[in-house]
């Protein structure tokens, strides 16, 4: 289908809509700084900097306080989204298309859900859009433009340019880097490959300096590097690295950096150690799960042959933070999997967990051999389509093999509880810090912003009772004790951890500083208990 020409000044207007509250958003403890949103948006960011000059960009973030304008002069409204934001992002396209507006879709969800965004939009983006969103541009200049633009092939990733910051309007904490696309493994229930596909694709290292350098300049505290898998080409990754600290040590105010990882990355000495030279302060490593036959059904062969608490100690061992992603609702997984989830936490002594429900996303190989075995749950069925696709709120779109999918949710929710109680959490946080050794890393100088937000996060922990005070304090000074450079970043911790709460909070009716009654994830056995925090006891 062709559409015809809107003449007038052309204007477009990039819009993120807002994601609710969420594992990485920290909405609650961005309060508390004086920037707006942790991350900006980087995909927007690619399409303003793939936008002719001819064309005025107008970008709302709705994440970083900004309100949509409905009344804009703009003729194209271009809307991306994940699939969490599904339910916004069709409230929005809808109203901009009410008032004749020619609203484009593309981004994450429309990749993995073409057919439910097409009745929300007038033209539909799959696929990688450095190619064809000039095209589209170029059409629409020309008098007639389609309705649907589909790249098929994976692009060429040098031609993905710079992000445009110039259209931001507000202060961010962090930025945000792509280097990679694509990842060589084949988790079963990963959507990435299904996008980007297993041949690792990277940008120049001379251009991500460039990226690093642009937002070093905008004065962010950190930079995220947003590969799926950084490590997935470790030649470049390691050129990559040296490249940022022979840059890094230079400067009078460092930038600190993370990113996510495989955990193969265990087996390589020398790429642990030049994460720590290039001043990387964290990872985030998709673990998904201790037993070993849920890591055989999903095909997560790099999990599988290691000693995971012992490949998660050595990455530590290089004065790294780590970040998990863990995942119940395998068809290996019964109800003693909560009690496993956790008591491997502990020993590995991960801090972040970020624990979801299996998901089956549309596209992956998941999704195809439960829908040939008659197990997703259709569209309809749950009270919230949307839903469907939240993990982390322990609701899942199939039916579980051991478990109803009440049992799965009701274990997931008490499992995050009990992995965030006060005890279990500081117990995880101080004993990732055992293992830090010689500690070179460079912290922002400090200032007056970060003076800011450490008294905002006393008078936070102060206000809850004696016990949060104690827990506040106490996981200071050990991280003090351990090297005087880990205090900042050691706040910002006591600063998420008080948004998981906030989370969690709102979603159980949950308080940390209160007594609880015992949940259903925990055992029974008294003296089972005792052994459980005797694993946890951190080595400080």
Known sequence: MIAPRLFGAPGIYMVQPKFPPSY????????????????????????????????????????????????????????????????????????????????????????????????????????????????????????????????????????????????????????????????????????????????????????????????????????????????????????LLRALAAWNINQKRPLAFYTQCSIDMARDDELLGLLRDANFISVFIGIESPRKESLQETRKTQNERLDLVEAIHKIQSHNLFISAGMIVGFDSDDSSIFEEQYQFLQKAQIPFVMLSVLLAVPKTPLFQRLEVAGRLVRPGVASDDQARYVGTAGGTNFHPLHMTREELKQGQMALYQRLYEPEAFSARLLGNLSRFDNVTFRPEPPNLRGLGVMWQLIRHYWKQSSASRWFFWNCLSKAIWRSPRLIAQTAVYMGMYMHFCKVHGDELSWNPWQSRPRTAAEPLDPAQTRVSKDMTVPQC
Not at 154 to 165: E, G, M, N, Q, V
Request: net charge negative; proline share 6%.
């Open 24 to 239: 990485w958003g920290m909405e609650h403890f961005i309060k508390l700084t004086p920037f707006k949103a942790v991350f900006p948006p980087l995909g927007l960011l690619t399409l303003a900097a793939l936008t002719p000059p001819e064309f005025d960009v107008e970008l709302c973030d709705e994440n970083a306080g900004e309100e949509v304008d409905y009344d804009t002069d703009a003729r194209i409204v271009c809307i991306t989204g994940y699939i969490i934001q599904m339910k916004r992002v069709f409230e929005i396209a809808d109203r901009f298309r009410a008032r004749g507006k020619l609203v484009v879709l593309g981004g994450p969800m429309a990749n993995l859900l073409p057919d439910d965004c097409r009745k929300h939009c007038d033209v539909l983006f799959e696929g990688e859009a450095e190619y064809t969103w000039p095209r589209f541009l170029q059409e629409y200049k020309s008098g007639l433009h389609a309705d649907h633009y589909i790249e098929h092939d994976k692009i060429h990733l040098p031609d993905s340019p710079p992000a445009r910051l110039d259209v931001l309007r507000q202060t961010y904490a962090h930025g945000i880097v792509q280097c990679t696309r694509g990842c060589p493994f084949t988790c079963e229930f990963c959507d990435i490959i299904v996008m980007y596909g297993r041949k690792m694709r990277f940008k120049p290292v001379a251009q991500v300096l460039e990226e690093v350098k642009a937002w070093h300049a905008r004065g962010v505290m950190q930079v995220f590097f947003a590969d799926d898998n950084f490590v997935g080409h470790r030649a470049y990754a390691k050129e």
